[in-house]
T-cell receptor, first 115, second 117 residues
Framework: NAGVTQTPKFQVLKTGQSMTLQCAQD?????MSWYRQDPGMGLRLIHY???????DQGEVPNGYNVSRSTTEDFPLRLLSAAPSQTSVYFC??????????????FGAGSRLTVL | AQTVTQSQPEMSVQEAETVTLSCTYD???????LFWYKQPPSRQMILVIR??????QNATENRFSVNFQKAAKSFSLKISDSQLGDTAMYFC??????????????FGKGITLSVRP
């Protein structure tokens, strides 16, 4: 049981480049979300999804796109990377139907540096 | 909107002693969940303890317990018999109750706890 898998773990981009952070979960969770962690700021919600085909914005959505074509996958896209997007990104999933309801399971995080 | 405040940026405790980490929050909701997450140097986010607001009894998980004061909107974490492996950043977090709210945690800024040998 892999839980939540994020790739890549590390990435360096140049300003203006695009990339996708991948997130996959194998727990049949209906909810998935992306957070960013910056020093002194805690974790802040970027986008979230309550099920396949449904996404919505969180607290800091600008510069990011998401889609949820399957229950398992929730990729985060940076269309034109900016230095302000240098951060550690976490994907999480949860369920209110299954055991451990309302507890988010986090991926291992992806450290992104934009030069 | 909800806010979570952790006013202490860092704390230090001697191994085997007890330490309390403070957290306050602000919300107009009546039903919600509160969490403490631990983030060791490995960066992994690990659930420490969860409290449901409608339960008056304070949650306990082995050496970890909370003091939940709903009227005061306070949610502190007590770590008993501190161990070196408790060295980590600790985040307090809030989640509204209800469908669709499950994805959305509001985090405090975190506190760095160091356990001294």
């Amino acid at each position: 049981n892999a839980g939540v898998t994020q790739t890549p773990k590390f990435q360096v981009l140049k300003t203006g480049q695009s990339m996708t952070l991948q997130c996959a979960q194998d727990m049949n969770h209906e909810y998935m979300s992306w957070y960013r962690q910056d020093p002194g700021m805690g974790l802040r919600l970027i986008h979230y999804s309550v099920g396949a085909g449904i996404t919505d914005q969180g607290e800091v959505p600008n510069g990011y796109n998401v889609s949820r074509s399957t229950t398992e996958d929730f990729p985060l896209r940076l269309l034109s990377a900016a230095p302000s997007q240098t951060s550690v990104y976490f994907c999480a999933s949860s369920s209110d139907r299954l055991a451990g309801a309302n507890v988010l399971t986090f991926g291992a995080g992806s450290r992104l540096t934009v030069l | 909107a909800q806010t979570v405040t952790q006013s202490q940026p860092e704390m230090s405790v001697q191994e085997a002693e007890t330490v309390t980490l403070s957290c306050t929050y602000d919300t107009s909701e009546n039903n919600y969940y509160l969490f403490w997450y631990k983030q060791p140097p490995s960066r992994q986010m690990i659930l420490v303890i969860r409290q449901e607001a409608y339960k008056q009894q304070n949650a306990t998980e082995n050496r970890f317990s909370v003091n939940f004061q709903k009227a005061a909107k306070s949610f502190s974490l007590k770590i008993s018999d501190s161990q070196l492996g408790d060295t980590a950043m600790y985040f307090c977090a809030f989640m509204k109750h209800g469908t669709g709210a499950n994805s959305k945690l509001t985090f405090g800024k975190g506190i760095t706890l160091s356990v001294r040998p």
